[in-house]
């Protein structure tokens, strides 16, 4: 007997009892379907977070911080830093370097009216928002003028303006820091939903290094941010300069090159989330072994149902490798089946997923191509033995079982 | 040729050895007609299942066309139950929820035997047996007299030597039964052994030789007065 008659066999019998075998199916189901979207939020996870700590420095961008702020927490102002303009005037003489920016960060307190918060405030030059990561979404940007006529202007993150103004027009309005008035001009989201806007908040402040370096004279610059020319080695050149900042520094550890920081803890995190998403994998694989229990319970069921069936069978010459493979082609489709349908459903959820949160779930081909081998295995080894109690009926015995 | 040398069966029953055969001396040529009748439970339908290779004799020897066959595999066994043997029982064994041309093609199906030619062979025979227009009933949609023909042609398909009937009219009322019959006498005269074991003296009465069991006994061999 070969194959496709098994299938058409398998397929009649399942079709005569369709709720039975689709309940069946539903277990491998949702079992497939929970593991892949589990590897598929995890992968999904994963990008994200490395993306969001190492993608924060273009490939062309340099980020060198003082040691002092890879400490946990924020800086407080006042808290001293030590990037000042001999180290700018170093780190602009290498070859290579296109510009260098200082941008500010740190945590301080606005007002509007009543109403106050705790912000962190970012400064720096007019194009802070391509170095701070943010877009413009009302009103705009404060432009190279504001920099250089030392503007009291503000651009305030979409949730600050929320806390502050509801749903009113926040432009216009005058907020205070430390007691300057500034203008509200923009209000910003950030580039993109990301972690890193979790973890520093989302209530953001950005002001022009210049009006900071007015309202708070104690601040310096807590990032140089180096953009580097057009087919120059960047790592390289980010060693040289954090070298030559060091030496000037009189110590061989008083700036460091945060874009490989990022790179190690994005390591770090990647190996963190694949265990993760590996234990979560193995509790959704209980859920798979639940349904492969299920097939089993239903061959036996089926199995003892059709007990003359099979002694008919017999009767008209099947073989006992004709019996079992009956049984194991029938389990093998119902888990295949569930298998199918289970990575469809993974597949929709982690589009679902990506649509909705921006988290760039995906299921590699490799992972769906598994779990499709995975499932119709479940069938071989949930069916083996209701297959073989098939075979090895006596004939006589299932001819007259009723 | 089938030849039986004292053939036993016993059961055991909790720590009882129950003889349900004792001694069985059975010889069938090819292209007779045998029928078997005896009380209820005398061993009949053992008997024919020893004959059919769905069962093993407790002792003695069985030979079909001149070897034993107790020692043979499994799997030679089926080939010989599909390819040599064809069976009807009383309660006909149709497979449920397969149609009528389904269940003829099923021995074909186990003997490799290529799609179109199974279904225009199935055909054929459902034809033989005036059940063509029934083709793609299921044996739930078939009247007992007309699931019986359903079983013979399929206890045909492959074409068998042997045909071993248990009380193939024993559920049939009396004129379905003589068809059923006719059909049997029909395939007797084109050549196939044909074994008949019945309760209905008419039925026993197309027999060329009427073996009488009792108690797991073949007591007695009558040839009816007038064969057919
Ligand atoms: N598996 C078994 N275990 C124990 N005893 C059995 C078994 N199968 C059959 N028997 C016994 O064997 C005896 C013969 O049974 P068999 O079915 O051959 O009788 P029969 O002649 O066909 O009867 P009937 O005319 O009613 O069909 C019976 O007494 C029965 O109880
Ligand atoms: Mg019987």
């Known amino acids: 007997m070969n194959l496709d008659e098994m299938l058409r066999m398998a397929l009649a019998s399942l079709a005569a009892n369709k709720t039975r075998a689709f309940l069946t199916m539903l277990g491998i189901w949702i079992g497939v379907a929970s593991i892949l979207a589990i590897v598929a939020i995890g992968n999904g996870g994963k990008a994200l977070v490395i993306g969001e700590i190492s993608g924060g420095n273009q490939s ?18 006042g808290q001293v830093l030590s990037i000042d303009d001999s180290d700018l005037a170093i780190t602009a003489s290498f070859s290579g370097v296109e510009s260098v920016n200082e941008t500010f960060y740190g945590t301080a307190v606005v007002q509007s009216g009543d109403k106050s918060d705790n912000v962190t405030l970012f400064a720096g030059p007019a194009d802070l928002d391509r170095l701070a990561r943010f877009v413009v979404v009302r009103g705009h940007m404060f432009t190279a003028e504001d920099v ?3 503007g009291n202007v503000a651009v305030i993150s979409q949730s600050l303006a929320n806390k502050l103004f509801g749903s009113g027009n926040p432009l216009g309005a005058i907020i205070t820091l430390s007691g300057v ?18 973890v520093m908040g989302s209530d953001n402040l950005y002001i022009p290094d210049t009006t900071c370096e007015d309202i708070f004279p104690n601040w310096t610059a807590s990032e140089m941010d180096v953009v580097v020319q057009p087919g120059v080695d960047v790592q390289s050149l980010a060693n040289r300069i954090v070298l030559a900042l060091n030496i000037h520094a009189g110590d061989p550890t008083a700036f460091i090159d945060s874009s490989g920081l990022a790179a190690s803890v994005a390591a770090l995190v990647g190996k963190v989330t694949t265990i993760l998403t590996a234990v979560i994998g193995a509790v959704a694989g209980i859920a798979l072994l639940v349904g492969g229990v299920g097939v089993m319970n239903i061959m036996l069921v ?39 349908a ?15 949160t921006g988290i760039p779930a995906f299921v590699p081909w490799t992972v769906g191509a598994l779990a499709f081998v995975f499932s119709a295995a479940i069938g071989v080894v949930c069916g083996l033995y209701p297959a073989a109690k098939a075979a090895n009926l006596h004939p006589v015995d299932a001819l007259r079982y009723e | 040729m089938i030849r039986l040398v004292g053939v036993t069966k016993s059961y055991t029953v909790g720590d009882q050895l129950v003889p349900v055969l004792k001694g069985i001396h059975l010889e069938v040529h090819p292209g007779e007609f045998v029928a078997v009748m005896g009380p209820s439970g005398s061993g009949k339908s053992t008997l024919m299942h020893i004959l059919g290779l769905l069962d093993r004799p407790t002792s003695g020897d069985y030979e079909l066309n001149g070897a034993s066959v107790l020692h043979l595999p499994s799997n030679e066994l089926a080939r010989l139950r599909n390819q040599h043997i ?6 006909f064994h149709l497979i ?6 389904r269940n003829v093609e099923l021995p074909m199906v186990y003997a490799g035997v290529p ?3 199974r279904r225009a062979r199935a055909m054929e025979l459902l034809e033989m047996v005036g059940m063509a227009n029934r083709a793609h009933h299921l044996p739930n949609e078939l009247s007992g007299g007309q699931r019986q023909r359903v079983a013979i042609a399929r206890a045909l398909a492959n074409d068998p030597a042997v045909l071993l009937a248990d009380e193939p009219t024993g559920a049939l009322d009396q004129q379905t039964g003589g068809e059923i019959l006719r059909i049997l006498q029909d395939l007797h005269a084109d050549g196939r052994t044909v074994m008949v074991i019945t309760h209905d003296p008419r039925v026993a009465r197309a027999g060329q030789r009427i073996l009488h069991m009792v108690d797991g006994e073949i007591v007695r061999e009558e040839v009816p007065d007038e064969p057919r």
């Open chain 1, 302 to 340: 089926s199995v003892t149902e059709r007990t003359q069936e099979i002694g008919i069978r017999v009767s008209l010459g099947a073989r006992k490798r004709d019996i079992v493979l009956q049984f194991l082609v029938e389990s093998m489709v119902i888990t295949s089946m569930g298998g199918v």
């Open chain 2, 96 to 101: 449920p929820r397969m149609s009528a041309v």
């Open chain 2, 115 to 117: 799609r179109s030619k």
């Open chain 1, 342 to 356: 289970g990575i469809a459903t993974g597949v929709v959820v982690s589009a679902a997923l990506r649509a909705l």
């Open chain 2, 86 to 91: 064809g069976f009807v029982f009383q309660n």
């Open chain 1, 60 to 77: 062309n961008v340099i980020q060198i911080v003082p040691r002092e702020l890879v400490a946990p927490g924020l800086p407080q102002p």
């Open chain 1, 181 to 198: 008035p500034l203008e509200v001009i923009g209000v910003a989201q950030p580039e993109q939903a990301s972690l890193y806007s979790l």
């Open chain 1, 148 to 150: 250089l006529s030392h």
